[in-house]
Every structure is written in structure tokens, then in C-alpha cells.
């Protein structure tokens, strides 16, 4: 099985801080992405990259950005964080439409 | 635009019942389906991926069926244990393939 890891399981930021979260797939999978999840929400996709340096924005894009500069890691930045990016933060790695996978997710609290 | 909804949003058994949880979708144009579990305040794992060319696909006491035509996919786990409980949900990529677009999930209980 492919591993998608996630730099952090747990992260507590303060307002206005920039925040990084990573994710590293250990198979040569071309598409990744950052979804977030919220109690009654379910999961909502923030971006998504199908190749190094290209992506395309989800469905809830806005104070979020990233980066893509190696296959294997995407990472996904909080320009300034704000107490309503507190969340659970998912990432997955696929080969196009094929099976998807997911990291361990990140609870990020912002105070 | 595809939506995906999984009912019932809860359910609790006792253990050794078998059950089964549903998964509808809008649009039956569909590349696969694949299922997932996830335990309180952890990521996804991937249980079972059906192709659209597939009618089931059943790995261990579980067991996945698809109807493209009717926008269905049920999940049946046959002699359910107190490890089963976790909260279910299923997902399908989008016709662009950008996106996998989500359930809001069934959460299970089995009591022993």
C-alpha cells in the first residue's frame, strides 16, 4: 500500500502565525491532495495538484496556499492563521481516478 | 455536480449482527467507488475500491456491491465485532477526476 505521511498529528498556532502542514507519499503517485473536515460538514477539498508546481483550487481555497515543488510533497500553508482554520487536515495521494490514500490527518488549533 | 449521501448517519448493533450501509450518488457516470473507514480523530483508511465495471468486491467479512444505474453502492459486514465500530464513508472522484467528493459518513457502534 502506498504511505502518505503527515508532518504533525497534533499543532496548536496562534492567530496570524504562518503555518505549514506537509504531507510526503512514498510512491510516484501524480495527484495530491488537502481536504479539511468538520463536525457536520464532512470533509471539504481546500486543493489539489495533479504534478509538481500545478494545482487547481477546491472547493474552500480562501487563506490557504501551497506548494508543490518535489512529486512526492505537498504542502499545504496558512498565510495567517485564524481560529476558523482550526480543523482536522487530511491529505491523500491517488494515481489519477484509482485508489486514493490518506495520511494520519493533522488536528490544527489555532488560539 | 456529483453529491454523495450515506443514511443512515448513525446505527448501533450488538455484536455477531450483520449489517449493511448504504451510499447514493446523482450521477452514475462514475470512474470507481471506494469506501473508507476512520476512527475517532484519525485519517482515512481505504477499505474496499470498486471499478465502475464491477458489480462488488468483498475483502475479509466485508463485502461492497455497486449499482451504477439505480446511484447506489451498499457496504455489508457480515458478524459485526465491537472493533468494527468506527465511523464508514464512502467516495467517488469527480468527472474532471480533481476531486474525490464524500459521504458525510455513517458512524457504527457495535456493543459486545
Known amino acids: 500500500d502506498v504511505k502518505v505521511t503527515q508532518s504533525s498529528r497534533y499543532l496548536v498556532k496562534r492567530t496570524g502565525e504562518k503555518v505549514f502542514l506537509e504531507c510526503v507519499q512514498d510512491?510516484?503517485?501524480?495527484?495530491m491532495f488537502w481536504y479539511r473536515q468538520d463536525p457536520g460538514l464532512g470533509l471539504r477539498l481546500i486543493y489539489f495538484s495533479y504534478d509538481v508546481k500545478m494545482k487547481e483550487k477546491g472547493d474552500i481555497p480562501e487563506g490557504y496556499s501551497v506548494s508543490r515543488e518535489k512529486k512526492e510533497r505537498f504542502s499545504l500553508i496558512l498565510e495567517s492563521a485564524s481560529t476558523n482554520q482550526t480543523s482536522m487536515y487530511l491529505c491523500?495521494?491517488?494515481?489519477?481516478?484509482?485508489?486514493?490514500?490518506f495520511g494520519q490527518g493533522t488536528r490544527l488549533t489555532v488560539v | 455536480k456529483q453529491e454523495v449521501t450515506q443514511i443512515p448517519a448513525a446505527l448501533s448493533v450488538p455484536e455477531g449482527e450483520n449489517l449493511v450501509l448504504n451510499c447514493s450518488f446523482t450521477d452514475s457516470a462514475i470512474y470507481n467507488l471506494q469506501w473508507f473507514r476512520q476512527d475517532p480523530g484519525k485519517g482515512l483508511t481505504s477499505l474496499l475500491l470498486i471499478q465502475s465495471s464491477q458489480r462488488e468486491q468483498t475483502s475479509g467479512r466485508l463485502n461492497a456491491s455497486l449499482d451504477k444505474s439505480s446511484g447506489r453502492s451498499t457496504l455489508y459486514i457480515a458478524a459485526s465485532q465491537p472493533g468494527d465500530s468506527a465511523t464508514y464513508l464512502c467516495a467517488l472522484f469527480n468527472q474532471a477526476g480533481t476531486a474525490l467528493i464524500f459521504g458525510k459518513g455513517t458512524t457504527l457502534s457495535v456493543s459486545s
Open positions: 491523500a495521494a491517488s494515481v489519477k481516478v484509482t485508489e486514493a490514500f
Open positions: 510512491m510516484d503517485h501524480e495527484n
